[in-house]
């Protein structure tokens, strides 16, 4: 891990080891580029009508999901509200010029990669006085690699959606860097550019506020600076997070005023008892806090088992005095205890550990339920706490190690296999994010509990079922089948499921169990009044049945005018077929009572039904035709016109010629 070229000025070395993180961290994402929309991207992009007709102003005075949900008032899917339009600007922007997935994904890839180069200058930036030049050049540059190649961070990358999460970091990184070069007696150009950098960083999601803690405590940590001297250098970020609040308390203030019914997609903490959702207890309410939290410290120490969807029950409802909550509590006591001692001492570990603690506050669900139990993407902003750590304890290490070299080779050893196995496992998370269907097959065997990702799955394998079944149709009822299994478990999990009765009518009418299709969506609509996609599907579904019912009765009845011309009683046959065409224009009825006509003796009546056939043939169809000709022909000898007879002869033989060529 040792930098070469010790002939390079320190700048020099700066730029070249960030040029190496950049093109490096582009490399292990390049997969990413031959990807589709998956996941979140209909909500910001795909079914998102505001981004789609680039409506900029609605984007910027409405919620940032109003554009896919149609409604202003997204409170009733989203708790709290989001305001985040500077990614959906971008969208937009991109949408107008070309829909091709990989331009979305190459813009995350590219801010990802400028993230990591921001990173690694912030480290130097920070360590240049705890540590030698080459050690904490050295240290700068493990953490980026660590932070760029941690596969917890292959949701936010692969996802287009997570742009907002790149975004946020990069800006509200660059505005940290500001405020580390500035001095209360910086020029307004310092200030300014803080104001700036941050208030991006907030309009490309909210989580940017973290940020602001952690500069002041950098500035004090670090460089030793007084409480005032730091808060006079982060109010420029003060100041555009007070903006920030005002503007988003604006947009999204009519959603706290709606009350919704609880709804388990929106509040993890509800348990199904006697027919009604009630709130869990407060025992087992934190105890389901601690397990997810005792899971995150697992997951960005041990990023295997990944998934996108922790939604309920993913994580079982936990006890309080179960182990798995009673564990991370004990583990977290101490680390806050340790923490707060090793600030006190200016230890740069427990400098990591405030940025991983300080970070995952917001997401905890402790200070506010934020609408679901946990998600990878959540350590994003933390995961840079614990890459910092681990880089830290190898340049320690290294340092301790100088005077055996065996000991030291041993360390440097492990730290290349760390970065190897932390790539290879990024690579491996990168494959799974090709597309929906991809991507919930994976998934669904580590979160085969969670009603949200059972549903998703389905709804991917009946979409998937619709582009194979002219192909394939054994396939595509397999695909229903399965589809059925999965939606039966989430509404097990989530008896209230709306949006599942909706996918299971969806699943039954394409397998033609349309009675059951009809119950499912009336279940749908019997949970959700106003459920639109319910309520048309219904509608297509009943007339549909209805419809068929016709075409069953009309076969019928047709089936019973030929049965009466084939045992003679020409009379009710044409009558039969008459009241058809009264409501049935068809070739087929015409062609029908003529041969009655022809038969019953009454060549001319024959022949005008012939003809009327003739008129609704599709000139392409030239089995019917060939038959309608012949027909015709007998009808006109029978009527003593040869002539006519002669041409329908003519147009027999040309045909018979053209298939033989």
Not at 78 to 89: D, F
Not at 458 to 479: D, F, H, M, V, Y
């Amino acid at each position: 891990m040792a930098l070469i070229s010790l002939q390079l000025t320190n700048e020099q070395r700066i730029k070249r080891n960030g040029f190496l993180l950049f093109i490096g961290t582009c490399l292990i994402y390049a997969l990413s580029l031959g990807h589709q929309f998956a996941l979140d991207d209909a909500v910001v992009l795909t079914g998102n009508r505001f981004v789609q007709q680039m409506d900029f102003w609605s984007i910027l005075t409405q919620d940032t999901f109003a554009g896919f949900f149609q409604s202003e008032n997204t409170s009733q899917f989203v708790h709290g509200g989001r305001y985040r339009p500077l990614t959906l600007m971008l969208f937009a922007i991109i949408w107008s010029v070309t829909q091709s997935p990989w331009v979305f994904h190459l813009l995350n890839v590219l801010a990802f990669a400028a993230t990591v180069v921001t990173i690694y200058k912030i480290t130097v930036q920070l360590c240049n006085k705890k540590f030698k030049p080459n050690q904490h050049q050295r240290l700068a540059f493990y953490t980026a690699v660590l932070f760029a190649v941690h596969p917890i961070h292959t949701e936010v990358v692969n996802n287009i959606k997570g742009l907002d999460d790149i975004l946020s970091l990069l800006l509200a990184l660059i505005a940290w860097l500001f405020v580390l070069k500035s001095s209360p007696t910086s020029s307004i150009n310092y200030f300014i550019s803080i104001f700036f950098f941050m208030f991006l960083a907030l309009m490309a999601k909210e989580s940017a506020i973290l940020i602001v803690p952690l500069s002041g405590l950098s500035l004090w940590f670090f460089q030793n600076k007084k409480q005032w001297t730091a808060f006079k250098q982060i109010l420029p970020m003060i100041v555009a997070v007070a903006l920030y609040l005002l503007i988003r308390g604006v947009i999204t203030q009519s959603s706290s005023d709606i009350q919704t019914l609880p709804e388990l997609m929106n509040n993890p903490f509800l348990q199904w008892h006697q027919g009604s959702w009630q709130p869990l207890s407060t025992s087992d309410k934190y105890g389901t806090i601690l397990h997810s939290l005792g899971l995150y410290l697992y997951k960005v120490f041990l990023p295997i088992q990944l998934t996108h969807d922790y939604y309920p029950h993913a994580i079982p409802v936990t006890g309080f005095c179960q182990w798995q909550s009673l564990l991370p509590l004990f583990l977290y006591l101490a680390l806050v205890t340790y923490t707060l001692w090793g600030l006190y001492k200016r230890q740069l570990p427990a400098f990591a550990w405030t940025v991983y603690g300080i970070s995952l506050a917001l997401f905890s669900n402790i200070p506010f339920t934020i609408g679901t139990l946990m998600a990878e993407r959540f350590l994003y902003i933390p995961s840079l706490g614990i890459c910092l750590l681990m880089a830290w304890a190898y340049v320690v290490l290294s340092k301790k190690t100088q005077a055996n070299q065996a000991v030291r080779t041993v360390v440097s050893a492990v730290a290349v296999l760390v970065i190897l196995a932390a790539s290879w496992q990024t690579l491996q998370r990168s494959r799974v994010w090709h597309d929906n269907l991809t991507l919930f097959e994976a998934d669904i065997v580590k979160s085969s509990n969670s009603a949200k990702l059972n549903n998703a799955l389905a709804g991917a394998l009946i979409a998937q079922s619709q582009s194979t079944r002219t192909k394939n149709p054994e396939k595509a009822i397999q695909q229903l089948e399965r589809a059925l299994i999965y939606l039966n478990r989430a509404i097990r999990i989530h008896p209230t499921y709306a949006q599942a009765y909706l996918l299971k009518g969806n699943a039954l009418h394409y397998l033609g169990q349309t009675n059951d299709a009809i119950d499912a969506y009336l279940h749908a609509l019997k949970l959700k009044p106003n459920f639109t996609a319910a309520r048309d599907n219904l509608s297509r579904v009943q007339a549909h049945r209805k419809l068929a019912k016709t075409q069953k009765q009309l076969q019928e009845i047709t089936q019973q005018a030929i049965t009466l011309s084939q045992q003679g009683n020409y009379s009710q046959a044409i009558e039969m077929f008459t009241a058809i065409l009264n409501t049935h224009t068809s070739a087929q009825y015409f062609f029908f009572r003529g041969v009655a006509y022809g038969q019953s003796g009454q060549p001319k009546l024959a022949l005008n039904d012939f003809k009327q056939a003739e008129i609704l043939t599709d000139p392409q169809d030239s089995e019917n035709l060939m038959r309608l000709w012949q027909a015709m022909k007998s009808a006109s000898l029978e009527t003593g016109n040869n002539q006519q007879a002669d041409i329908y002869q003519s147009k027999i033989d040309n045909l018979l010629s053209a298939r033989s060529q």
